[in-house]
């Protein structure tokens, strides 16, 4: 739930980008970058309380690969948005030009997509 709702609040802020609302652009992103610290720390929390280690078997071996790389690319992601986040404050993103901004959040509702997918692949059916 906390990827998910990430994804509305940079879809917030890039609404308020192309209306021009600089400080719901900021807040959007502010939360977003929140909410992506917040899944890498319960990821963490996750990883030092789980049950299993990475060579228990091909379940924990494929749990550790896979939810890490998803975790790295969110850790790189939040860093984007983040780099984004500043730009936005000193004014560098306009209605019209914004791609930085653009990519950003379209790799942040990407790392979304893989959540989703990885979450039943992983948790669900795999658990």
């Known amino acids: 739930m906390i990827l998910l709702l990430s994804g509305c609040t940079v879809t917030w802020a890039h609404a308020a980008l192309l209306k021009n609302d600089r400080e719901n652009l900021i807040k959007g992103l502010a939360y977003t970058i929140l909410l992506g610290i917040a899944f890498t720390a319960l990821q963490i929390y996750e990883y030092d309380h789980a049950t299993f280690k990475f060579t228990d078997g091909i379940y924990s071996s494929t749990f550790y690969l896979a939810t890490g790389f998803h975790g790295f690319h969110v850790f790189v992601g939040t860093c984007f948005l983040i780099v984004c986040w500043f730009r936005a404050r000193a004014g560098h993103f306009t209605p019209e030009h914004h791609f930085g901004f653009e990519a ?17 692949c992983i948790y669900w059916w795999g658990g």
């Open 104 to 120: 950003a959040a379209w790799y942040w509702h990407f790392v979304d997509v893989v959540w989703l997918f990885l979450f039943i």
